[in-house]
């Protein structure tokens, strides 16, 4: 995976020598004076080892290419689009100031057949490097790649094509200078195949010393209009990689994410290059392009809905490949000058298809998936691809979804997303435009352990309290007052008496409850109730039983009769209260010889009331009976009892 990120630049120097040829691009004076130029847009699609990636913007004026500098964000316009943009101009470097669209681009490269020449070469002082067979290649690109878009997309793209290779350039593999690209060409042409007859093509090579593994992706349009595409795979050929650059040249960007700093969506945000792990697009997974992509590329049709009312939408899994509803789309910001809208996308994924990998992600998969994706051609805004935004943002992990029972609210348009129900077959959601309202709900209390605490009269044992608010999530954050429910003479207290709390957050506070020194033997109830300080008429409760008992009942038992000296003897504990397991109890644990000499181990009793240790017997030790005592004590109590052994 970490080769691919490293930028094969190298590949980047060869599309800048075709530009050359291609354009007599010579060299220009570096004058830094505005300027504003006119040209069809390109893009070269570059990435990184360390999980950064980038665009390079071009503009084709036709006399020469400019690269755009805009800040390292993408440009929000088709290739082929004619722009108009206004920049300071160094060498051939325009720093962009304004840009306008001119002229969108019309056909769409993601759409029907997508025709490749695959070229498949090494070098002149490598000629036996061939890390792959031509059979791997041709069923890596023409089958894998191929069935993984035609599924994608519903039937609308396919990949054909030719493979030529392997054959060897005159080229050193040293020679970081040459013109590779030129080479290859020649050499399939060499081959019987025309280069020039392609509107895609791929160049295959081993790794060498001028850059390191990867992909990178370069697309331009030829005078009527139509995409043309260069990808260069160095080293790496895996189904990833292929997948990933392929979609770079059906003008994808990649999938990110949005980190806000522990909210879900606002100010202060920054875009994580390839932040979005479920799409191929994105980190290193085969997972189905998501549906801002999707939309994009125009596959979906009725398969997506723009959501600019209230109501209820059942979404199907993205990787089944139905006729149902898979995305819906609520705009969440637009701009009349440039005509281009920012949507929130909602999907809903499961582990089946090329999304099988979900399987370990179930805070993925329990809910719906909502990515931010523009569609436009707003040059000025300069988007980001699409963007994964986190509905958990508070929590570590991969649990990004949104999940049944929650909801999402965003107050500038205002629009209220809720999960309803999920499950295999597809997930329900309520769409709700306007202010939500508030409504409260009783909270959830819970006390633990709810049993098992057994104590002696006088003495203390301690409660873990936990309260869930269930108030909407359109009202604010509710105080919650703590309340015991003790038997008389009896104390109680609470850690914090009161727990501020939002609408679904939960919290705990220890309660210590003492008993009388005057108690009698039996059970008792404990009582924890709270109750919402802000509308007190919603309340909950919890109760839990305590039992006060005179001492514990203690066996203790070895895993045998008889021992031989250099044996180990396990000596077991049960510790019980009235009847009842006693978790939580210490015990001592000691072997005496027959010589009188002892030795001690401690241990805890788990939730059955068992302990166990191991003692060693020494062949120097003495022949002879043994004796095995315990000693246990749990909240005032105390017990204990003795066995004995043979060692021989």
């Known amino acids: 995976m970490t080769s691919y990120r490293t930028i094969t630049l190298f590949a980047l120097l060869l599309i800048i020598i075709l530009l050359t040829l291609q354009t007599g691009w010579g060299v220009a004076k570096a004058d830094g004076r505005r300027r504003t130029v006119e040209g069809t847009l390109e893009v070269v699609f570059v990435d990184y080892q360390d999980a950064t990636g980038r665009e390079v913007p071009f503009l084709n004026t036709g006399e020469e290419h400019l690269e755009l500098r805009t800040g390292g964000r993408p440009v929000a316009a088709g290739v082929g689009s004619r722009l108009r943009v206004t920049g300071r101009k160094s060498g051939k470097v325009l720093t962009v100031e304004s840009a306008e669209v001119l002229l969108s681009a019309q056909s769409s490269p993601a759409q029907g057949e997508q025709r490749q020449l695959v070229m498949l070469f090494n070098f002149q002082d490598q000629p036996t490097n061939k890390p792959w067979t031509p059979a791997y290649i041709n069923d890596l690109i023409f089958n894998q790649v191929n069935r993984y878009y035609q599924q994608a997309s519903y039937g609308l793209t396919w990949v054909t094509g030719d493979l030529a290779g392997w054959y060897t350039i005159p080229v050193n593999s040293t020679d970081c200078n040459a013109n590779r690209t030129q080479a290859a060409e020649d050499g399939a042409r060499a081959l019987g195949y025309n280069p020039d007859n392609y509107s895609h093509k791929i160049y295959i090579y081993p790794s060498t010393g001028c850059q390191s593994s990867g992909g990178t992706t370069w697309l331009s349009t030829d005078s009527s209009g139509n995409v043309k595409t260069w990808t260069y795979i160095s080293g790496s050929a895996t189904t990833y990689i292929l997948t990933h650059e392929f979609g770079h040249s059906l003008g994808f960007r990649h999938s990110n994410s949005l980190s806000c700093a522990g909210a879900t969506f606002g100010t202060g945000c920054t875009n994580v290059e390839y932040g979005d792990n479920y799409d191929v697009m994105g980190y290193y997974n085969t997972g189905v392009v998501n549906s801002y992509h999707r939309d994009l590329a125009g596959w979906l049709g009725t398969r997506i809905q723009t959501v600019t009312s209230s109501g209820t939408y059942t979404l199907t899994p993205t990787a089944v490949a139905d006729d149902s509803l898979k995305a819906i789309r609520i705009p969440e910001a637009y701009d009349p ?270 939730s059955n009331g068992s302990a166990s240790v191991l003692f060693k017997i020494k062949k120097t030790d003495p022949p002879g009976t043994y004796q095995g005592k315990d000693t246990a004590t749990a909240n005032g109590l105390s017990g204990g009892a003795s066995t004995t052994f043979v060692v021989k």
Request: with cysteine.
């Open 337 to 606: 000058t440039t005509g281009s809208t920012t949507y929130y996308y909602v999907e809903y994924r499961q582990p089946v298809g090329y999304d099988s990998f979900l399987t370990s992600y179930t805070g993925v998969t329990s809910g719906v998936l909502v990515h931010l994706g523009t569609i436009g051609s707003d040059t000025n805004k300069l988007v980001l691809g699409s963007q994964l935004l986190d509905m958990t943002p508070t929590l570590t992990g991969r649990n990004e979804a949104l999940a049944v029972g929650k909801s999402y609210y965003d107050p500038a348009i205002p629009v209220n997303i809720t999960v309803l129900s999920a499950d295999t077959s597809g997930a329900t959601v309520s769409v709700q435009f306007g202010a939500p309202t508030c409504t409260h709900a009783n909270p959830a209390v819970a006390i633990s352990p709810s049993s098992s605490q057994t104590v002696a009269p006088g003495a203390s044992v301690a409660y873990t309290v936990m309260v869930t608010n269930n108030d909407s999530a359109a009202c604010v954050a509710s105080t919650f007052n703590l309340q015991s429910s003790v038997p008389s003479g009896w104390t109680a207290s609470f850690g914090s008496p009161t727990l501020t709390l939002s609408p679904g957050g939960s919290a705990s506070t220890t309660l210590t409850v003492g008993s009388s020194s005057s108690a009698a033997v039996g059970s008792y109830t404990i009582g924890s109730s709270v109750v919402n300080g802000s509308s007190p008429g919603y309340s909950g409760s919890a109760a839990a039983t305590l039992s006060v008992a005179s001492s514990l009942g203690v066996t203790v038992s070895t895993n045998g009769s008889s021992y031989k000296r250099g044996q180990s003897v396990t000596m077991s504990s049960n510790v019980t209260a009235g009847g009842s397991p006693v978790a939580g109890a210490a015990v001592t644990f000691t072997m005496v010889k027959s010589n009188g000499a002892s030795m001690a181990l401690s241990a805890t009793t788990g």
